[in-house]
């Protein structure tokens, strides 16, 4: 089921949000034999403000959960290289085939969420679409049991759960209605306007850096580019004052790079989009009958482009501990993910200061891909579990 209402009263899990972080979660769950009804206010195969880039571990867990296929199915890219432009340096670096991953993927979240989604299903899930959470619901103990939820017909309807998972986001209720606190912070945040186009040439990702700037360029579906402009937040409404189109040839310009005459040159195949910016931060992710997974449990800055291979990882992390169902097996989850989070946290929260110089960022990014590494051998070894 992909719109409608559930089936059922009554769940093992109940997952409020079904992108990167609800759907996969609902696949591995529904996988291990658990009743899953995952839920989304949106619609199935919408799009929503993100560019694409995936990193390793991200691909590594799509490619052992049998779901890569169906992203390259959609026709997307596979990503080669990755090239760092410090001012007029270039550093190129080459993205090696390991553990059955040919490349990178950079997949439109209208392909990637909707591949997850249709995963979840053929493994049992139900995924109702255009359904709103309205509340949670309680045990005289306090402990959540389930969920209220109003359908696109204004139907509301209770249903029951074991376990409610806020897969829904940034801003995410089922965490503001269990009280779920932050207990760490960033300090900065970036702003970032992106739009596609065609014909850009571009086949790897392309990083631009500039002391006060950045841009990218994340080759994605139907031979487009997503080129991206990021700005510390301080600047982006004053960027945007100048109109999107104009702020944004005018970043690009300012990173000095080849990327606005090749922008000048191709087509732009979609319109504008903006984020303004949102500091990073950790929330306490598990209490009594609820958890929280992806951006709802933990957000960094998008300049380091994480996020959704974050999603992927936490998720996983997130379904072991749920099988297993003990306070310690949650606790684990926090704590695992936390300790394969927190430098690349503090790393990206550097970066996205733009409190840099080239040389700086040059060594920051030297600590991400160190990062990385040690993420993509921890995210290898979850094959000790099956998926
Ligand atoms: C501008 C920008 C660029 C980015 N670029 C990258 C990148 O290049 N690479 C990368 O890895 N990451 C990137 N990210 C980060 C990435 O988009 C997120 O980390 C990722 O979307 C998190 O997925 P999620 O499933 O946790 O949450 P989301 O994608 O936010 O999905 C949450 C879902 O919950 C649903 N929902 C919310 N509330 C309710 C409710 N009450 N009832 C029902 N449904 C609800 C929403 O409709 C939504 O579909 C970027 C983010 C931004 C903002």
Known sequence: MTTGSPSSLDYDVVIVGARCAGAATAMLLARRGLRVLAIDRGRYGSDTVSTHALMRAGVVQLSRWGVLDGIRAAGTPVIRSTSFHYGDEIVAVQIKPRNDVDGLYAPRRTVIDRVLVDAAQTAGAEVAFE?????????????????????GRERERQVSAELVIGADGVRSTVARLVGAGCYRT??????????????????????????????????????????????????????????????????????????????????????????????????????????????????????????????????????????????????????????????????????????????????????????????????????????
């Open 131 to 151: 359904t709103h959470l309205v509340d949670l619901v309680r045990a005289d103990d306090g402990r959540v049991c389930g969920v209220r939820l109003r359908d």
């Open 186 to 387: 960033g300090r900065h945040a970036t702003g970032v306007i992106f739009s596609y186009w065609s014909d850009t040439g571009f086949d790897g990702y392309h990083w631009y850096y500039r002391p006060g700037v950045s841009a990218g360029a994340i080759p994605t579906n139907e031979g487009a580019t997503c080129i991206f402009a990021s700005v510390p937040q301080i600047r982006f409404h004053e960027t945007l004052r100048r109109g999107a189109d104009a702020g944004y040839r005018h970043v690009l310009r300012e990173c000095g790079s080849d990327l606005a005459a090749i922008v000048e040159r191709s087509k732009q195949v979609e319109k504008y989009r903006a984020f303004a910016g949102e500091v990073g931060f950790f929330r306490q992710s598990f209490g009594p009958g609820w958890a929280l997974v992806g951006d709802a449990g933990y957000f960094k800055d998008p300049l380091t482009a994480h996020g959704i291979t974050d999603a992927l990882i936490d998720a996983e992390l997130l379904a072991q501990a749920a099988a297993t169902g003990t306070e310690a097996a949650f606790a684990g989850y926090q704590s695992a993910r936390d300790t394969l989070a927190a430098e690349h946290f503090e790393v990206t929260d550097a970066i996205a200061s733009f409190e840099w110089d080239l040389p700086k960022v040059q060594q920051l990014h030297r600590a991400l891909s160190e990062e990385m590494k040690k993420e993509s051998l921890e995210v290898t070894n979850f094959v000790l579990s099956p998926a």
